[in-house]
């Protein structure tokens, strides 16, 4: 294996880190970020098969034995540093993570934690049901110990029956391609995708390109097989592919929450690293000699370390900050240098340095004896047995944790809303259509029905302000008026919202007994324009439309103008800001929707932010989802604020 062929590679990976941290600190400006998953996965597909088919060739058998060793030693020793660092500091410092953590522990140990978090509805992008888990990305290293433990297997096959390296290339591009199909089969536009996206068979499809050309392209045979002429062809091939891929990486036609990705996208993306791996290995061409720099190399070197902490860092320093958006730079610089330096030191520790089962039973000897003699090895030695010692405590007695009361009131809040949310629908539209027909046969009739109706309607509203039954007292205590409560009776309203709306749907259904609430978690505003078009196709669209969205990420004035297309005119369009102080778009949401008041007469901004956001107590520890009491002030402001704005009363 010729370093020269390969050192590009260091660069590849280096790229792909960097695109997976900005995605994850910034998922709005790097909506592709996450490609960079497929980056490793292309990699990973091609440098085994070209192991494997190189043994193949060279000595006729391909040693499984050794091969399991090596992925060994390679892969387990810094990933049980990761579970057992952080199952500590969750022990120390975020002991609402503790239930569940033997199940998270032991799955990655096996191999099979994609699989768990599919089972165990673990979506990668729910950000704010408090499902956050520092856990939740190494999907993406059991399905490459999946493929390790199998594809030896699966080669053996494929030599022994396919034979020729031209029919072992073409099974390949065909499961590939049958992978992706399979992706693009099982999307549902408005599911949720982590099914396809942690899947082992939907995500194959990179892996299986990689693996293609190492049959097709196997780097210790490519010398003499170009001429120069040949390398002009493929430095542009590379400028291309490259070019191509950067373009997916930072674009938002990407973002994994719209359809693109799953029909096609993500399959492109990972041809494109196929073709320009190729040209790397190529010993003819730039790209090696590009790929190859000091900085790349060292982030290439660590970017396990670096993938295994990225979330880890991310979620614990978040969870401690509280004005995230309000110092963004500042925060995103510490998070990255934090996750460097952690990578560094960990590399360090436990992959650089080889451990043998002899030298760990020496310096535990060493850790027991008396007198203590204290050095540089037997205070490392303390160390490492006090992390292990407090991460197994954690692991051993997270059967007995119950999820955290705060987080799980939520879900079970959000759960329940979302179960009775149809139902209340169905009731609200059956009150609209009747006060619909009540309206157009009282319109019929003779004016002096008309009048005596109107008379008789006046009559029992001035009695019911005046002392008369009243409606949800029980809210006036939350800073609304009974002649708000009463006008927001006859309200009616199609709302559309995301987790946050989610938890107070039902609160929302009471207080606004005439109005469909649509409300589900992770929605982001790109879907607005399909759900609105949906409800005005089948003539549900209300006069007045509750829209609440941008917890999850900003949109874009294209969106809001599709939005306000549909809306119309006539329509009054009701749009309630934010309170997300964890992550970077709550400023530049809250901002943008006060500049779009100016240009849409028609839209007005439910400030929530300027009204809670100092309320700390009516909110749960994730700083963003109204608790039970917040969720009470909640439903009251908006409506509040829209039965005052739409003149009901």
């Known amino acids: 294996m010729k370093k020269r062929y390969i050192t590009g590679y260091a660069g590849l990976r280096a790229l792909a880190v960097i695109g997976v941290i900005l ?86 140990l096996l191999g099979v934690y994609n699989w768990w978090q599919i089972f165990n509805g673990q979506s990668y992008f729910e950000r704010f049901a408090n499902n956050e888990s520092p856990f939740t990305h190494l999907w993406t290293i059991a399905i490459d110990w999946q493929f390790y433990l199998l594809w030896p297997l699966v080669m053996a096959l494929l030599v022994k029956f396919a034979k020729k390296w031209r029919n072992i290339f073409w099974v390949l591009v065909g499961l590939s ?41 196997p780097f210790e045979e490519l010398d003499n097989r170009f001429t120069q002429k040949d390398g002009v062809i493929l430095n542009w091939t590379g400028l291309a592919t490259l070019f191509g891929m950067l373009l997916l990486m930072f674009s938002p036609l990407m973002n994994a929450q719209t359809a693109f990705p799953y029909y096609g996208g993500m399959f492109i993306f990972s041809f494109f690293v196929t073709v320009f791996a190729a040209v790397i290995a190529a010993p003819v061409g730039i790209w090696n000699r590009l790929m190859t720099n000091p900085v790349f190399n060292w982030l290439g070197s660590r ?54 089962s002899e030298g760990i039973r020496y310096n535990l000897t060493k850790l027991f004896q008396w007198p203590v003699k204290l050095s540089k090895n037997w205070l490392k030695t303390a ?76 009559s029992k509203t001035t009695k019911s302000k005046s002392g008369g039954k009243k409606v949800n007292q029980e809210f006036e205590k939350y800073g609304i008026s009974q002649a708000d409560l009463q006008a927001a009776q006859k309200l009616q309203v199609t709302a559309i919202g995301d ?56 949109f874009t004035d294209d969106e809001v103008k ?52 100092s309320q700390s107590s009516w909110f749960y520890d994730d700083k963003t989802h109204p608790n039970n009491v917040g969720q009470n002030y909640y439903s009251t402001y908006i409506v509040k604020e829209m039965v005052r704005a739409s003149g009901s009363n």
């Open 383 to 458: 160390a490492f047995f006090l992390v292990f010692l407090i991460g197994s405590s954690g692991i051993i007695f997270s059967p007995l944790a119950k999820a955290d009361n705060k987080d799980g009131a939520l879900i079970k809040t959000i759960n329940d809303n979302s179960k009775q949310q149809a139902e209340m629908n169905k009731k609200a539209l059956e009150l609209i259509k009747s006060s619909r027909k009540a309206a157009k046969k009282s319109s019929s009739k003779k004016s002096k029905q008309t009048s005596k109706a109107k008379t008789k309607t006046k």
């Open 23 to 108: 995605y994850h600190l910034d998922p709005d400006h790097f909506g592709g970020g996450y490609l960079g998953v497929p980056v490793f996965l292309v990699l990973t597909g091609y440098l085994v098969t070209n192991q494997i088919m190189a043994a193949y060739r060279n000595q006729g058998y391909f040693d499984i034995k050794s091969f399991y060793q090596r992925r060994f030693k390679r892969l387990y020793p810094p990933l049980i540093a990761m579970l057992w660092l952080t199952s500590a500091y969750i022990v120390l410092f975020q002991r609402n993570l503790l239930n569940k953590l033997y199940q998270i522990v032991a799955s990655n």
């Open 177 to 217: 391609v049958l992978s992706a199909l399979e992706m693009a089969l099982l999307f549902r536009p408005g599911q949720d995708t982590s099914r396809i996206y942690y899947g082992t068979d939907t995500r194959f499809f990179s892996l299986g390109l990689g693996s293609a050309m190492a049959v097709l392209w």
């Open 562 to 613: 599709q939005i306000m297309q549909i809306v119309g005119p006539k329509r009054q369009l009701f749009w309630i800001n934010v309170i997300v102080p964890t992550r970077s778009w709550q400023n530049q949401v809250n901002q943008q929707l006060q500049t779009l008041t100016k240009k849409y007469k028609n839209l007005t901004v439910i400030d929530w932010y300027g009204y809670a956001h």
């Open 303 to 356: 970017s396990y370390e670096i993938y295994l902490y990225q979330f880890p860092v991310m979620i614990f320093f978040e969870s401690r900050v509280s004005d995230l958006a309000d110092h963004v730079t500042l925060y995103r610089v510490i998070e990255i240098v934090l996750i460097l330096l952690i990578s560094e030191i960990t590399y360090r520790l436990f992959e650089k340095r080889r451990y043998t």
């Open 499 to 554: 987790s946050v709306m989610a938890s107070s749907s039902d609160i929302l259904h009471q207080l606004l007994p005439h109005a469909v609430i649509d409300a589900t978690v992770s929605r982001q505003a790109d879907v607005a324009p399909q759900l609105l078009q949906s409800y005005a196709q089948k003539g549900e669209l209300q006069d007045n439309v509750l829209i609440g969205l941008g917890t999850n990420g900003p």
